[in-house]
Structures are given as C-alpha cells and as structure tokens.
C-alpha cells in the first residue's frame, strides 16, 4: 500500500470520529496559540521599550541610585533598598565636573492631578533641569521650555503632552493659561507635539516642570535619576568613568552607572529571557496536547484491533500499519497547529490595543515545527503498538 492510500485511509479514520479528533486537537491548538501569544507578547513589549529608551535622545548615560549589581536599583526597585538618594547638589557638581559642553539633568516622575475648572486628569509629572528639552529632543508644538531662571525660583510654570491638552483645554490655545497641579496653580509655558504611548510612560499623557518646582510639590529634596548627555558621542566611555569617580567618595558602591547602549542590552537581555520563559511555560501545554494524542491514538488502536487484524490477514505489511497510524497522528498535531497559528495571531492582533505585540516568524516556524514534532514522537509508540498485532490474536479480539 501506498503513501497516497495511507493517507486516505487515515483520514477517512479520523472523519469516522469528528468529535473525538477535535477535541485530540485541541491541546495542541491550545498550545500553538499560547506560544505565538506570549512570544508576540514578550517581543512586542521588548521593541516598545528599547524604542522608548532610544527615543529619549542619543549619547545618554543614566546614574540610579543603588547598586543594580548586588540587587539594588533605582527608585527602591527590587532586589533591595536604596540607603542614599540623589540630590540635586550631585547634579550640580556632576555638571561642574564635566564641563559645559555634556549637559546633566536631575530627574523626579510622580503621579499628579490635573485641573483646569472642573475638569480633571490623572497624569504623570515628569520634573527636570533647563536642559531638559535639549538632552530628550523636545518637540515643542508651541511655546518654549522653561529657563534657568524659572529653575532657580521654582516657578510654577509647566509643559503640557497632547493629551493632557486634550483633555484640559479642548478648545482653545493653553498658551499663557493656568492649570492646578496637585492643587496649586501653574501657567502653561508650552505644549509638545503628539508622540504616543509607550512601555515607559504615555509620553502625551505627562506634564513636565522645573525640578525644584517638583520638590517643593512634592516636599523632597532626593531625585529619582541623573541623565548626562555627552558632546561626543566618541567619548561615552571616558564620561561614564568620570561619572563613577566623581560619585564614589559619597556613594561608595551604592549606585550605578549605564550608557544608553548598555542599559538597551540590559533590558533586551532581561525581556529576551523573559520571552523564552513564556514559551516555554506555553510549549508545557504542547507536551499534554501530544500526551492527548497518544491516549486517543492507543484507543483507536484498541478499537480497531480487528481491521488491524483484517489487514494483515489479507496481506498488509507492518509498515502500512504502522505508516497509516503515524499519519493519522500527524494529521491531527499539523491540523492542530494551522488552526492554533491562525488563533494566536488574530489573538495578538486583539490585544494591541492592551499591550504592545509582535508576532515572529520564528516563533510560528517553531510552533509549527514543534506542534508537527509532538504528533510524531506521540504518534510512533501506538503505531508500533497497532503494527506488532498478531492477525490471529486480532481476529479473534472483542
């Protein structure tokens, strides 16, 4: 007997059991989908934050608080707390340090409301320097940035995103306008053209004003973050040296000190593991998919032990036993794959709108592959089991 006629009969097996060959299926459908969702997942928010970080600008070094190396990191993040905070007096001789010419800012971000009349909204207060707008590439639909003078005598004076604007002034220039930020008064000074959310923060939905304007509002004098942007790109390194030096005698160890370049491979490298978890986590559903195959397929055999009797009765070799079953559990992993692929990309399509996605050719090739594989290494032991029949003890069986 033929491949051909192998498989025609293994289909014409599996139609026999409509229900029963869906629900054999469904594990790996199960499986496939979960692997291409959670890697589109994973891949999708490991794009958005690297695009985030370098959307910030370029030739930018970060200074956390704490020691990321020994569990700490900035903010009082996990792994471990922070004993020594920034100030804006390290910013200062930081800057005195470097020189003009590689500009530093202290950075603070905090939740804040709102208020214009009544209307209200939530959004994120982001605090810095006069250099702000230089180091991160502001793009200012109008207005201008704060000055140094503003900087200095903590004026309440603020930066609205597109969407803090749409939301406050729906209808009329903000320019020149005053708005309540956790309850005082502040006078717009500019407004920043639409960017778009991201993994970091919704860009348009954030407020931006003097850093000690931020720590009078927030009655603190610790900083979140210190950002340096170098003159020459060529020189990063030497000015992350420099960096470490001048923070030493203070911090000792407890902080630490990335290039843009080094904190993108950090976070790819966090995520990357992050991605290969999940589908890893998804691939475990795969292996109970193939283990569901393998129960159905013994029963098949057990069920039609006398047409296996039959067939060998009249000529069949253990090959085309074995090859017809072998098919039929092919069939079933493949079939089950297509249909998992096509339900995990419009599955990542839908939660665009939640959380950023990217579905992968590799992960469809290795879910595609994988859910192939587990029909194979399942289906073999029962087509062995099915081609080992003896005819006489299969005629005979009930």
Same mark, same amino acid.
């Given at each position: ?83 020594? $905070? ?20 202290? +950075? ?9 009349? @009544?209307?209200?909204?939530? =959004?994120?207060?982001?605090?810095? @320097? ?82 000690? =304007? ?42 630490? +000190?990335? *290039?843009?370049?080094? *904190? ?8 990357? =593991?992050? *991605? ?41 070799? =253990?090959?085309?036993?074995?090859? $017809? ?12 794959? +297509?249909?998992?692929? *096509? ?56």
């Amino acid at each position: 007997m033929n491949l051909k006629e192998s498989f025609r009969i293994a289909l014409r097996a599996l139609n026999a059991n409509k229900v029963r060959s869906l629900l054999t299926m469904l594990g790996v459908i199960i499986g496939v989908a979960a692997v291409i969702l959670l890697v589109a997942i994973g891949t999708g928010v490991q794009d958005e934050v690297t695009g985030s970080i370098e959307g910030l600008g370029s030739n930018l070094i970060f200074a956390f608080p704490g020691n990321v190396e020994q569990g700490g990191g900035g903010g009082g993040g996990p792994g471990g707390s922070i004993q020594k $905070q920034f100030s804006l007096d390290d910013a200062e001789m930081l800057q005195r340090r470097l020189g003009p010419d590689d500009k530093v800012v202290p +950075v603070i971000q905090a939740a804040a409301i709102a208020k214009v009349g @009544n209307r209200e909204w939530r =959004t994120t207060m982001a605090a810095g @320097n006069e250099y702000s707008g230089e180091v991160f590439s502001a793009d200012y639909a109008s207005g201008r940035g704060y000055y140094r003078s503003e900087v200095s005598a903590s004026s309440r004076v603020v930066i609205i995103g597109a969407s803090v604007q749409k939301e406050l002034f729906p209808n009329k220039d903000p320019l020149g306008e005053y708005m309540d930020v956790n309850g005082q008064r502040f006078r717009v000074i500019g407004t920043l053209v639409e960017q778009g959310g991201s993994l970091t923060g919704d860009q348009d939905n954030q407020i931006y004003l003097p850093i000690t =304007t931020a720590q009078r509002l927030l009655g603190t004098r610790d900083i979140s973050i210190i950002i340096v942007k170098a003159a020459d790109a060529t020189q990063i390194d030497l000015i992350q040296q420099r960096i470490k030096r001048a923070l030493k005698p203070r911090f000792g160890e407890e902080f630490s +000190v990335f *290039t843009q370049q080094e *904190t993108l491979g950090i976070l790819s490298q966090l995520l990357g =593991t992050l *991605t290969v978890m999940l589908a890893g986590i998804a691939g475990i559903s795969l292996l109970v998919g193939g283990i569901g195959i393998m129960n159905i397929m013994l029963v098949s055999v057990s069920e039609r032990t006398r047409e296996i009797g039959i067939r060998k009765a009249v000529g069949a070799k =253990t090959y085309d036993i074995m090859s $017809q079953f072998v098919i039929e559990a092919i069939v079933l992993s493949v079939a089950g794959g +297509v249909i998992g692929i *096509t339900i995990g990309w419009l599955g990542s399509e839908a939660l665009k709108v939640v959380v950023p996605t990217q579905v992968t050719p590799w992960a469809v090739a290795l879910a595609f592959l994988f859910s192939a594989g587990v029909g194979v290494f399942f289906g073999v032991y029962p087509a062995y089991r099915a081609s080992r029949l003896d005819p006489i003890e299969a005629l005979r069986y009930e």
